[in-house]
């Protein structure tokens, strides 16, 4: 027997995703396209289907009753298909680790022939995204995240505490002997990824410490950035102590002054029952062993 006719999947992806976050842009952070192409998909399925799906107020959506309707079947589809595969995933010996792009460069990258050799049978996928990941849909399996020491949804493990340094090159502190205030200095900075913390700014650091207030910030969109460009001789890096390690313990970068502003924590989260534990468990003392 054929299965009748079914609209387009990406038409149906983009209208759940759209009817569950309310928002066309979040939609489209989710599945990797521009709102545009999420509009699209769900006007394609609103001439699929002959009705409206949406009402628009302001910046978010409001599902009309046919939305309300069609959004909570496709949710459970969407969401039995994902179980489904990652039921297959969890048979293989495959692990799936989310890391922000600054971890993965800094950290875990230069270290990870080291993983290979010590686990030859567990492939680890690296999602290197600043996107906070479900999982409990399995979107991964383990997930290194920045934040406060406190009580969180999944099971977690502090991997490092961190601080906050001003750091530069041997060369440009070497250049630049009489710079204890760092008035006039060329300063680095980089954007704070995630909205739900306030990132340490170079005004604090400069209040902190008792300095006049600082002139203008070079900033990066990345910190692993910011803090390769300290490395080259660019200026001073104001940089989390964990992820400027490496370069700090090799004498790449240096402090060049005493203040420090307080950091959060690096914590590895997963999900207490997942079916594989075990292997999680050894991916996890592996990254407390990278700083």
């Not at 054929?2 to 489209?28: G, Q, V, W």
């Not at 521009?34 to 699929?48: D, F, I, M």
């Amino acid at each position: 027997m054929n299965r009748p006719r079914l609209p387009p999947l990406n038409a149906l992806r983009a209208f759940e995703a759209a009817a569950r976050h309310r928002s066309i842009k979040d939609a489209a952070a989710e599945l990797f396209v521009t709102p545009a192409a999420v509009s699209h998909q769900v006007r394609h399925l609103e001439r699929w289907v002959g009705h409206k799906l949406f009402d628009r107020q302001g910046n978010t959506l409001a599902p009309t009753p046919h939305g309300e309707r069609l959004f909570p079947m496709l949710k459970d589809s969407f969401d039995r298909m994902a179980s489904a595969v990652a039921d297959l995933h969890r048979d293989g010996h495959t692990l799936t680790l989310s890391v922000t792009p600054a971890f993965a460069t800094r950290l875990l990258v230069p270290r990870l022939a080291e993983f290979r050799a010590a686990e030859p049978d567990l492939v680890l996928t690296v999602m290197a995204t600043d996107r906070v990941l479900d999982l409990r849909k399995a979107e991964a399996d383990v997930a290194v995240r920045y934040g406060a020491e406190r009580a969180r949804p999944h099971r977690s493990q502090v991997l490092y505490r961190d601080q906050y340094l001003a750091l530069a090159s041997p060369e440009w502190r070497a250049r630049h002997p009489a710079q204890g205030t760092l008035a006039h200095t060329d300063l680095l900075g980089f954007t704070w990824h995630n909205p739900g913390l306030l990132g340490p700014t170079w005004t604090q650091w400069f209040a902190a410490a008792g300095l006049p207030a600082p002139g203008p910030t070079t900033s990066f969109t990345e910190e692993s950035h910011a803090i390769q460009a300290a490395v080259a001789g660019a200026g001073v890096v104001l940089a989390s102590s964990v992820l400027a390690g490496p370069d700090l313990r090799a004498g790449r970068l240096v402090q060049v002054h005493g203040q420090v502003l307080p950091g959060l924590a690096f914590h590895a989260e997963f999900v207490a029952d997942h079916p594989q534990r075990a292997a999680i468990d050894r991916v996890v003392a592996w990254l407390a062993g990278l700083a």
